[in-house]
C-alpha cells in the first residue's frame, strides 16, 4: 500500500512515524549480486529475498544504500545495502521495530527511528563498526521522543526532530564529540523556528555538515515554511542562522533535502489560489543566488507536475544539485516516480528508463525517494501487479562526455617573456 504523497523524505525515502512493538530478529547478512555500473533496474526483493519495500537513502556513489523491508512476523526491518550483502542493523532494543530514513554520503552509517527498551521512538545512528546509538533527546531529562532523518557525508553530524525543554517539538543538530548542546550530553543542538512560530523540523543536511534544511511552523507539529540553517559554528559556540525559503505564492512550503554544499534545495510548496488548481502542491528547487524563480520570490523554482497529474513533490536532489527526484500525482491520487534535470524537465522515472534502454515491464515506479551524487541512480518503491511494495534501484550509465575540442593547426606561441606572478 501507497503512503500519502509527502511523507517526509531524503536521498533519503519516505519518513514512516508510526513505529510497533514487536521483536526483532539477530543480526543476518544475506548476500545478493553486485550490480554492475550499466543501466538497469534492480528489483531488491527479488535479488534479496526478502521482503523488502523501499531504499529510503543511497551513498553518493550510489554503491549502497538504506532499505526498510517486513519480517515474516510483519515486523519493520531496517537493512544496510552494500551492494552485495544485507545488514539487518537491528534496534535500541530485542522488541522493537527499527525504519531507516537516510544513510550518510560515504554510505557506512544509517540513521532513523527505533523504539528504546521504554517504548519511546528514538533517533539513532547505526554504524557496522559501532551498531546502534540511540541519539537522546531536546529534553532536559533526556525523556521524550526524537526522529533521526540524515547524516553528513561521514555521519559525524545528524539531523532530524525531537521533543524539547519547551514542550514543543524542535529541529536538532547531533554533532558527535561536540559538548555544548542543549541535550544531557551535549551533543544535540537545538535548531530553533522563525521568529513567530513553535516548531521545527530538520530533514537534510549538507555533505560537510555546514547546512540543515526542513521547515519551522506556527503550531505545534505543522510546517508552514521551508527553512534553512546555517550549522557550521554551532561545535565552537556558534547560534545556528536561519533563513525562510519562501513558497511558490501559496503560503506553504517545506524542505525535504539539500545539496553536498547547501546551495540547492527542494520540496514542495504551494501554489496561489487563481491557479488552475488552487493551493495544488509543486516540486521545487531553490538555488541560492539564482534568478528567474517565481513571482516574489526569485530563487525558487516551480518544477510543475507529469503530463496530466495534479500535484507533485520533489524528496531527494542529487549531490551536485542539477536532478531532482520524488513523486508525481495523476487524477486517481497514484504516485508516480520523477526525475527532472534542466536540460529535459520532468519525467517519469519509467520514461527515463525506456529512454536509455531499461524495460520495467509489468512494475509501476511508484516513488524515487533517493538519487545518488550525480544523479543517474534513483531508488525507492515500486509496485508488482498485485499492488506490493518492492524496493528498487535504477540505474543510467552517464552520457560519455566525449573528445575534447580538435587541436589547433600546429603548437601556439612561444612562451612569454617570464612567468607570471605567484599563484594566491
Not at 82 to 93: N, Q, S, T, V
Request: charged letters at 20%.
Amino acid at each position: 500500500m501507497s503512503r500519502p504523497f509527502g511523507t517526509l523524505a531524503r536521498r533519503h525515502g519516505a519518513r514512516r512515524l508510526g513505529i510497533g512493538l514487536l521483536l526483532l530478529a539477530t543480526t543476518a547478512l544475506v548476500s545478493v549480486p553486485k550490480a554492475e555500473a550499466a543501466g538497469e533496474l534492480l528489483d531488491l526483493f527479488t535479488l534479496s529475498g526478502l521482503s523488502v519495500d523501499e531504499v529510503v537513502g543511497l551513498s553518493r556513489d550510489g554503491s549502497m544504500a538504506a532499505v526498510n523491508g517486513r519480517s515474516g512476523l510483519n515486523r519493520s526491518v531496517a537493512y544496510h545495502w552494500d551492494g552485495e550483502r544485507y545488514l539487518d542493523i537491528g534496534g535500541l532494543d530485542r522488541n522493537v521495530n527499527t525504519i531507516a530514513l537516510g544513510i550518510s554520503g560515504d554510505g557506512t552509517a544509517v540513521v532513523g527511528i527505533s523504539l528504546d527498551p521504554y517504548v519511546r521512538t528514538r533517533a539513532f545512528r547505526w554504524t557496522e563498526a559501532e551498531g546502534m546509538r540511540d541519539l537522546g533527546t531536546l529534553r532536559t531529562d533526556n525523556g521524550g521522543s526524537s526522529w533521526g532523518y540524515d547524516a553528513s557525508n561521514d555521519g559525524a553530524i545528524v539531523v532530524g526532530q525531537s521533543h524539547s525543554w519547551l514542550n514543543q517539538t524542535l529541529a536538532f543538530a547531533w554533532i558527535e564529540g561536540a559538548t555544548g548542546g542543549q541535550s544531557v550530553d551535549g551533543q544535540m543542538f537545538a535548531l530553533m523556528p522563525l521568529d513567530g512560530h513553535v516548531t521545527s523540523g530538520a530533514h537534510a543536511v549538507s555533505a560537510d555538515g555546514r547546512y540543515a534544511t526542513g521547515y519551522s511552523g506556527e503550531f505545534s507539529n505543522l510546517p508552514d515554511v521551508a527553512m534553512r540553517w546555517d550549522i557550521g559554528g554551532l561545535a565552537q559556540g556558534d547560534l545556528p542562522v536561519g533563513i525562510s525559503l519562501g513558497d511558490l505564492g501559496g503560503g506553504f512550503s517545506i524542505a525535504n533535502d539539500i545539496s553536498d554544499d547547501g546551495t540547492v534545495v527542494v520540496g514542495r510548496a504551494s501554489l496561489p489560489d487563481d491557479e488552475e488548481v488552487p493551493g495544488a502542491l509543486h516540486a521545487f528547487r531553490w538555488v541560492e543566488g539564482s534568478t528567474g524563480g517565481v513571482a516574489g520570490n526569485e530563487q525558487m523554482h516551480d518544477l510543475g507536475v507529469l503530463e496530466g497529474h495534479l500535484e507533485s513533490g520533489a524528496v531527494a536532489v542529487s549531490g551536485d544539485g542539477n536532478v531532482v527526484v520524488g513523486q508525481s500525482i495523476d487524477s486517481d491520487g497514484r504516485d508516480v516516480a520523477f526525475r527532472w534535470d534542466e536540460a529535459g524537465g520532468m519525467v517519469s522515472v519509467e520514461d527515463w528508463l525506456a529512454d536509455n534502454g531499461v524495460t520495467v515491464g509489468s512494475m509501476r515506479l511508484a516513488r524515487a525517494q533517493a538519487v545518488n551524487g550525480n544523479g543517474f541512480v534513483v531508488a525507492g518503491a515500486m509496485e508488482d501487479e498485485d499492488g506490493n511494495e518492492r524496493a528498487y534501484i535504477a540505474r543510467v550509465t552517464p552520457p560519455d562526455p566525449g573528445p575534447g575540442p580538435d587541436p589547433g593547426p600546429g603548437p601556439g606561441p612561444g612562451p612569454g617573456p617570464g612567468p607570471g606572478p605567484d599563484p594566491e
